[in-house]
């Protein structure tokens, strides 16, 4: 396989550039999950005054020291309900993949230290994510809980926890007890409060484990209980871990401490049957890229019009820079091909410019040949999206892109996507965006995700005012003119913000933004990810695991 | 002589085995249940297991002994020092199974056992004494009037004592009585014998011994003093010869005095005569040891001697190998002893497994001792490691070579006191040759135990991370977002630590008890560990598994056990105080009354179900408040027969 020769002048005033405005862009990232857990680091006083460890600690406790972890969706939450630079962010829950004893384990901590782990709609949606991955990967899923339950105060969001979310919160249940009877096993460390919905997620865990003078667990604490009936009990009764060890029996474990109960956790995982998926040996024998993955910041650039080479990605992302070409000399937009990652089979497809008829077309038979195959596809999307026009029309445009999203919906092997720069339009879906189910899918600081520009939308909404006018014979007042004008600045201002990668990794509309230097870590690790669950047994049943 | 028993172990063992086999005899070893795997086992040419695991079940067992050296058809017994070495019952077992005992007669060893007999014996032979008392009288009232008429300070001790046990100082007689008492009372119980002699205190004095050697022929010579000053809590910790405070007037002097000594014993064999000097040069006799001492190689290196080699020639009828004026004092030596105690925890004697051993070799170095790699160090036993000695050309190179010895001498599983040892070399009074027996006092201990180790933990825990994020994968350690920290509890000196390291990339940030340093981890392989630390790049060795590390940076060493994921002590288990039925059944017994005293697990009432008997016990130290049962009552299940009022248990957790 012929490997890419680079075009990028390291030594130019542009990739000096690209890289700076790249590497501030990552470190803005940075600063929000630094603020999130200087968040928790105010509360170590109080943690430490009460022999608890932090989230964060709890995290490191429970995973192998020094093996990596991918964290999923860090800055989640940013900017919304009252958040400001992410002071509260991350939905209150820190989910990943990581290791714990050797073994791949999805890993969820109630961040408590945050506004007590309440349950926000971020924190929903985060929880859901993560359980949509159990399901996929079949991976173990171990919760080191503790949470107030419902987010009552709403922080500045004027419906935070509506009706909407209340069902929402039903559907983490539900997919508890589904993962159950999947047999997929859920362990959970109750290491504080768990009050009513809180409860529910500690006690569909097929292993509970209780932590001494810590474990709080009741569907309503002694406020609400004095409110409701105006008994009056102290927690330890209510739902102390003494408690729910020898009278309720809500829980199998017993712990002493945070870092005692996390050690049960990893003895519960170590009883599984060793997890054959892990150790897979890869296609071939891993070859670095050629080129240093640091250089991947300094390709894109700030301004978003200038274009560059998707090939200059590939070369310091897959092995050896390697990249076998599909259909190279037809239509230069949409670029196809084979490569290896980590050691590890794939196709590729990625943009060089707009979607045409013809790119359309060559990208789904490239599809239907890697589904042949079960080749794993990885897109890195950069589009404007699908080429407008007369001839694109003519040529069949509608039709082409519609069978490329058909293509990428019903393609069976896995599906990774790195947005890399522009993901407008149709272009997103056809690209692979969240809409068409990847295994994952991860942004670089530079992604942008919308519908259309700014510019086009302010653009229309102004052809069609004028046309209106046309149409009547009348002329647009000044007055209108300049209103229409502000409008349109506006919706510029808006579409370009909320268009931003940041703000749609705060809606979860990605897993996350990764430094573009560590793509290949996460695309290496991912696609493993995937590929272990066919190797991964697992014994399903009907009704799950009850606790009797 | 043919073959001969070495009744020991450890270093010593193999240092007689070495000199055994270097003068053509068999070494035979015997070696308790706890020894099986040593090195003077294996070195050896052949052994015999006597079992046990303590002294007294093995090393101390006269018939045992005898037993091994009659099977082994041994001849002779080399019984090192420390056991049997100065047991007048064990020479004389040996002379009645007509096995040579390789050191003095039994009445020699008897005689100078006693110290008072002993310095009865002295004072006869001319040989000076510390004025005191050694009578038989041994009434309170009369050794009050004795130590009235030699006057404060006085030193009390037992007179069959040896190791600073059944010892007292008095500054001021008033003081006597109790010292008296506690003396007497330590005396009997480590002795059997409630014998006290009183000494003149010669405070802050020097500890200086003369080794001198006795053939069958008459002849004594003496080879030249030893200065044992630097004890502690009266084990001497530094040894070196000769002293740079006995000039060769004094030497002379103190010599003859000392082959005097022998004289007055027929003293065959080599042996050691103590004295305390004070800065006046003028000598006290101490004690008389009729072994070969611990400390014996200075001599030997500076006498250019084998002192085993000589009592294999007199316990064989030779005479000495040379006379007084041949033996010439050429240069400088000193010794330190290597042992498994933490310094900087009340010298805690440790013990565990030697993970690596590499002793240093280089010009000068001499290394005695019984270890080997993976070796056990067992709680039975003296926890001494090892005895390192040095040569120069003067005292400072061999200072400078000792330091330089102990530094590169590498050891990894336990505690040692190498630190502590370097320290004291390194101490100005030493430098000095100041040293005297008050050297090594509370005040310099204190001084010595006030350093931060912070960096060496910071290192330990960049080793774990480090070590931990490699065999992780060539990922190790990354994480997508803000990089994760590595937390670890770890347990050093009995102190619980815990240690966060941040992989960044300019080396591993760790906190320590808040504090922040930096570590860059430059070489990690095959047990070496190359570190940079405030821009100096630095060597050590290291050990670890999922469990410990030891880190020897040459002169500290540092030993930690991994707690981060060790199941925490039950809180004692105790619970709420509240007993209730674990059956339906019948009350068939209540054994508490309201108002008793009660610990935990001790049974409160009976209950009979399904012909079962259920004994309910206390969950916890406490007493009774209320028993709610009687006996013959049906209860049910979970119904309260009993509360307990908890003992309140000191939170450990805090």
């Known amino acids: ?125 985060k929880n859901l994510r993560l359980q949509e991955i159990a399901f996929s990967t079949r991976l173990p899923l171990v919760c080191l809980s503790e949470s107030g339950g419902g987010n009552l105060a709403g922080g500045g969001d004027p419906d935070p926890w509506g009706v909407h979310g209340f069902l929402d919160g039903g559907r983490v249940y539900c997919q508890q007890a589904e993962l159950s009877a999947a ?165 590729i497809i990625t943009n060089n410019g707009p979607i045409t008829p013809q790119g359309a077309k060559k990208a789904s038979q490239f599809l239907q040949l890697c589904d042949q195959t079960n080749t794993p596809m990885i897109f890195l999307q950069n589009t404007t999206g699908f080429l407008v026009g007369v001839e694109a029309e003519q040529a069949g445009q509608v039709k082409h892109g519609s069978k490329m999203i058909q293509a990428v919906a019903n393609f069976r ?136 | 002589m043919r073959k001969i028993l070495i009744a020991n172990r450890a270093e010593i063992a193999c240092r007689v085995i070495d000199s055994v086999q270097a003068a053509g005899f068999d070494a035979i070893a015997v070696h308790s249940d706890a020894d099986a795997q040593s090195r003077f086992v294996s070195m050896a040419d052949a052994s015999v297991a006597i079992g046990g695991q303590t002294p007294a079940e093995s090393y101390l067992d006269i018939d045992k002994i005898i037993n091994a050296a009659k099977a082994a058809d041994a001849d002779a017994i080399h019984p090192g020092y420390g056991f049997l070495s100065e047991n007048a019952d064990f020479a004389k077992a040996c002379a009645d199974n007509n096995i040579k005992f390789i050191g003095p007669s039994s009445d020699a060893i008897n005689l100078m056992g006693n110290k008072a007999s002993a310095k009865d014996l002295m004072i006869k032979a001319g040989v000076p004494c510390v004025p005191g008392y050694q009578g038989t009288a041994q009434d309170n009232a009369h050794l009050i009037k004795e130590a009235k008429k030699i006057g404060a300070p006085i030193m009390v001790k037992a007179a069959a004592g040896g190791g600073g046990r059944g010892m007292r100082l008095v500054t001021d007689l008033a003081e006597l009585p109790d010292a008296l008492d506690s003396a007497r ?186 270890l080997h790699s993976g070796c056990q160090i067992t709680p039975y036993y003296d926890a001494m490691l090892a005895k390192l000695i040095c040569w120069g050309k003067d005292r400072e190179e061999a200072r400078r070579r000792l330091i330089r010895a102990l530094t590169q001498t590498r050891i990894l599983g336990l505690t040692t006191n190498k630190s502590f040892l370097v320290d004291l070399l390194e101490q100005q009074t030493f430098v000095k040759g100041d040293t005297t027996t008050g050297f090594i006092n509370e005040q310099l201990l204190e001084q010595l135990r006030a350093k931060n180790t912070d960096e060496l933990i910071a290192v330990n825990a960049a080793l774990i991370a480090h070590h931990s994020s490699h065999s992780a994968g060539s990922s190790g350690g990354w994480s997508n977002t803000e990089p994760m920290f590595i937390r670890d509890t770890l347990l050093i000196g009995g102190r619980e630590v815990s240690v966060t390291s941040l992989a960044t990339d300019i080396g591993f940030e760790v906190l320590v008890d808040g504090n922040e340093h930096l570590v860059q981890i430059t070489h990690c392989e095959s047990g070496t560990l190359i570190y940079n630390y405030n821009g100096v790049a630095k060597e050590a060795v290291f050990y670890l598994s999922d469990e410990e590390t030891s880190i020897d940076f040459g002169k500290d060493n540092l030993n930690a056990k991994i707690m981060t994921y060790a199941p925490a002590a039950s809180a004692d ?48 130290d406490g007493e009774v408040i209320q028993v709610a049962v009687e006996t013959g009552n049906q209860v049910k299940n979970r119904q309260l027969m009993v509360e307990l009022k908890l003992t309140e248990v000191e939170d450990e957790s805090a």
């Open chain 1, 183 to 347: 047999g997929i096993p859920q362990i959970t460390v109750a290491h504080g409060n768990a009050t009513a919905g809180g409860a529910y997620q500690v006690a569909l865990s097929d292993y509970v484990v209780l932590v001494r003078d810590q474990t709080h667990l009741f569907l309503a604490g002694p406020p609400l209980l004095k409110a409701a009936t105006g008994e009056e009990a102290d927690h330890e009764t209510l739902g102390g871990a003494v408690m729910h060890a020898t009278v309720s029996q809500t829980g199998e474990y017993f712990a002493e401490s945070d870092a005692d109960g996390i050690r049960v956790a990893r003895d519960i995982l170590d009883q599984f049957p060793p997890d054959a998926a892990t150790n897979l040996v890869p296609d071939q024998p891993v070859e670095q890229p050629l080129y240093p993955a640091e250089e991947l910041r300094g390709i894109v650039s700030e301004d978003k019009r200038i274009p560059y080479d998707m090939r200059e990605v590939i070369a310091r992302v897959f092995d050896g820079s390697r990249f076998f070409e599909f259909e190279p000399v037809n239509d230069p937009h949409t670029v196809c091909g084979h490569a290896h990652i980590g050691g590890w089979r794939c196709g």
């Open chain 1, 413 to 548: 092997p896995i599906k990774l996507t790195i947005i890399v720069g522009n993901a407008y339009g149709a272009g997103n879906y056809a690209m692979c965006s969240k809409s068409l189910k990847p295994e994952f899918v991860f942004s670089w600081p530079t992604a942008r995700q919308a519908v259309m520009g700014g510019a086009q939308a302010a653009g229309v909404m102004r052809v069609i005012a004028e046309d209106r006018a046309k149409l009547t014979g009348q002329e647009i007042p000044q007055e209108q003119r300049d209103m229409m004008e502000k409008q349109g600045a506006a919706i510029i201002e808006s579409m370009e913000h909320s268009s931003e990668a940041m703000h749609c990794s705060s809606r979860m509309m990605d897993d996350g933004i990764i430094d573009p230097a560590d793509t290949r870590e996460v695309l290496i690790f991912t696609l493993e990810t995937c590929l272990e669950t066919t190797h991964r047994g697992t014994e399903p049943n009907t009704f799950g695991v009850a606790r009797f």
């Open chain 2, 573 to 620: 288990g105790s619970g709420s105080g509240q007993i209730h039925a674990s059956t339906e059944g019948l009350v068939v017994k209540v054994l508490v009354a309201e108002g008793e005293k009660v610990t935990k697990d001790q049974p409160l009432v009976i209950v009979e179900a399904m012909k079962m008997e259920h004994r309910h016990l206390a969950d916890g």
């Open chain 2, 185 to 370: 009372a330590e005396s009997t119980s480590a002795f059997s014998s409630d014998e006290l002699i009183l000494e003149k205190a010669i405070v802050d004095g020097r500890h200086i011994e003369l080794q001198i050697a006795g053939d069958s022929h008459g002849n004594v010579i003496h080879l030249g003093e030893r200065d044992c000053s630097a004890q502690r809590r009266h084990q001497k910790v530094i040894e070196e010869c000769p002293s740079p405070f006995v000039t060769p007037a004094l030497r002379a002097k103190m010599g003859e005095a000392a082959v005097n000594a022998a004289k007055a014993v027929n003293y065959e064999g080599v042996g050691t005569v103590e004295f305390l000097v004070d800065e006046k040069e003028n000598f006290y006799f101490l004690e008389m040891n009729t072994r070969l001492q611990v400390e014996h190689p200075v001599t030997e290196l500076v006498t250019d001697t084998d002192l085993v080699d000589w009592q294999l020639r007199i316990a064989s009828g030779e005479p000495l190998p040379c006379e007084q004026s041949d033996i010439h004092f050429d240069g400088h030596a000193i010794e330190v002893r290597i042992y498994a105690e933490d310094p900087l925890n009340n010298f805690m004697p440790q013990t565990g497994k030697i993970h690596y051993f590499e002793p240093y070799d280089n010009v000068g170095v001499r290394i005695d001792h019984g």
């Open chain 1, 1 to 125: 396989m012929s490997q890419l020769e680079t075009r990028l002048d390291t030594n130019s005033e542009a990739y000096r550039e690209n890289v700076e405005f790249m590497t501030n862009y990552v470190e803005k990232v940075r600063v929000v999950e630094r603020n999130i857990r200087a968040s928790e680091e105010r509360y170590r006083e109080r943690a430490e005054k009460k022999g608890k460890l932090l989230p964060r600690e709890r995290l490191s406790h429970l995973l192998d020291r020094g093996a990596p972890f991918l964290e999923l969706s860090s800055i989640a939450g940013l900017g919304m309900n009252g958040d400001k630079e992410g002071e509260t962010a991350g939905g209150n829950l820190i989910v990943g993949i990581g290791y714990v004893k050797g073994r791949r384990v999805l890993a969820m901590v109630w961040n408590y230290a945050i506004k007590g782990g309440t349950i926000t709609s971020v924190t929903t949606r």
